[in-house]
């Protein structure tokens, strides 16, 4: 269904339900449109990717849409709720979006500005230095 509403709006279109390996296709991704868990921030904001993101209306707290809106704050994302998501509206977004090389590339370049290389790095180093004082 999803496939065939790309194809029937002339977009070039790679669609998956998981990847094991996102990293591989964020390299050549020109806009992402993705649910909003904290990986997937964390994989757009590193890649410096835009993105269209429809958060899990169901998960935990509304723990995706808070995600999501904290990306889209900084410059890196659009946000469609799920009661928003339907085929137009999202059509009408993403046919936007593409149209504008230099507004994908401003969104992307504002989704890297949140990442944090080295997090976990400097996260393990604290609970070592802390560690000895347990």
């Known amino acids: 269904m999803v496939r ?39 994989e757009l904001s590193a890649a410096g990717r835009a993105s269209l993101l429809i958060p899990f209306a169901a998960a935990a707290g509304n723990h995706q849409e808070f995600n999501a809106r904290s990306l889209e704050r900084a410059g890196g994302a659009e946000v469609l709720v799920e009661g928003q998501a339907e085929f137009e509206r999202v059509a009408s977004v993403l046919t936007r979006l593409l149209g504008t090389p230099e507004r994908l590339a401003k969104m992307g ?26």
């Open 4 to 42: 065939t509403a790309y194809s029937d709006l002339g977009l070039k279109a790679t669609v998956d339900t998981f990847l094991a390996q996102p990293w591989e296709a964020l390299e050549w991704a020109d806009l992402v449109v993705a649910r909003s868990g904290a990986l997937t921030i964390s």
């Open 109 to 134: 370049q504002s989704a890297r500005s949140v990442a944090l290389p080295g997090a976990a790095e400097k996260i393990a180093n604290h609970l070592l230095s802390i560690g000895g004082e347990l």
